[in-house]
């Protein structure tokens, strides 16, 4: 078959997906006005990922050439370009574009979402809280340096709900417009990036030089276009967005440096059959305590898989994860009888382990 054949097969082809999506955003119009009528929210994270564990499952049946990682490319794009076709939702994030919580909310809510960059994560709770946005995606925990305090301090502020996560490998490029790395001066970045890129700053004999800490390391990679003797510790896509230079890549110390995000909103997910549930859980302060009460998850056969404990205004609280989903017919008895020392974050789709 020659060159121009392929490629008309091609066209056709294109023609009928053309089509096809067409008659698919058709559905979804009409599933929004059912939705409408009914106040139901219009993202479903359980249902979005029925659907690609079952195109998963059928690709592999039938041997098909594309990887899970490129049907959740595929699908996950076409659920955002649906979702903002019936009724546009703006997505809180910790700002600015670029940054790691920027690429966390793209991979969820792909590129036509209406993005709302923000400060602070307790700008993000705040405003989806107010309604300004549906959505908000915010940072829980490091594979280097653990859990967020401000996160699990705004858990616990608010009443807003975890719907989903998302798991972000961390990769830090060394940006700068100076060709000579003895002239550098300054390097920009976020101030836990100093740290999870100390080995290659001592490698560079770059110990001296002043660490300037930023709100974000997108915000670092912006100073740094603007000034010959500075550099950036930034994700690649940031150091492209400001074209500045990237001189060295994945200079992290831990090769598999993971970030976990997650996004919240003002409803609750339905069971999808693999889920994890999120609480924050304040205890009396005696012995054994903690034994107790985390006897009637082992009784139950609830798995544990998170245990954190965590201050909040001088008084201790923990920060605890199981696998299931609050109204499965094992917990929901744990939560009832344990309700005035329990705080339900959200059960949501299970995507990742632990960091």
């Known amino acids: 078959m020659t ?7 091609i066209d056709s082809l294109d023609d009928t997906l053309l089509k096809l999506y067409n008659e698919r955003m058709e559905l979804v119009h009409q599933v929004g006005e059912l939705k409408n009528t009914t106040g139901a929210p219009i993202y479903r994270p359980e249902r979005e990922q029925a659907i690609l564990n079952r195109l998963k499952t059928l690709n592999k049946e039938s041997n098909g050439k594309l990887t899970d990682a490129a049907i959740d490319a595929l699908f996950l794009e076409m659920f955002a370009v649906a979702r903002n076709l019936e009724l546009p939702e ?3 994030f910790l700002g600015p574009e670029a ?9 969820k809510f792909g590129a036509m979402s209406a993005y709302i960059p923000m400060a602070s994560i307790q700008g993000i709770f705040r405003e989806v809280d107010k309604g300004t946005a549906k959505f908000g995606v915010i940072p829980i925990e490091n594979s280097s340096n653990g859990i967020v305090s401000d996160t699990i301090n705004c858990l616990d502020e608010y009443s807003l709900k975890i719907i989903a996560e998302v798991m972000i490998d961390v990769h830090f490029a060394f940006a700068t417009l100076s060709e000579d790395i003895k002239q550098i001066r300054k390097i920009y970045s976020k101030d836990i990036a100093f740290g999870q890129c100390r080995l290659f ?4 004999g770059l110990d001296d030089v002043e660490l300037v800490p930023v709100e974000s390391t997108a915000k670092a990679a912006k100073l740094a276009a603007q000034d010959e003797s500075a550099a950036a510790l930034c994700p690649a896509i940031a150091a492209k967005l400001y074209n500045l230079p990237i001189r060295f890549n994945n200079i992290e110390d831990n090769t598999n440096n993971r970030t976990r995000f997650f996004i919240i909103s003002n409803f609750e997910n339905a069971p999808s059959g693999d889920d994890k549930t999120s609480l924050l859980v304040r205890l009396s302060n005696k012995p054994g305590s903690l034994v107790d009460f985390l006897n009637h998850f082992e009784e139950a056969g609830v798995n544990l898989t998170k245990i954190k404990s965590h201050i909040v205004e001088g008084e201790s609280i923990f920060f605890i994860e199981f696998h ?3 109204d499965d017919a094992n917990v929901k008895p744990i939560l009832e009888k344990l309700k005035d020392e329990i705080k339900v974050l959200g059960s949501y789709v299970r995507e990742t382990d632990d960091v």
């Open 3 to 9: 060159l121009d054949e392929l490629r008309l097969q």
């Open 201 to 204: 700053l001592h490698d560079l």
């Open 99 to 107: 940054s790691f919580t920027h690429q966390a909310a793209e991979s």
């Open 90 to 92: 703006g997505v809180a």
């Open 324 to 326: 299931g989903h609050k």
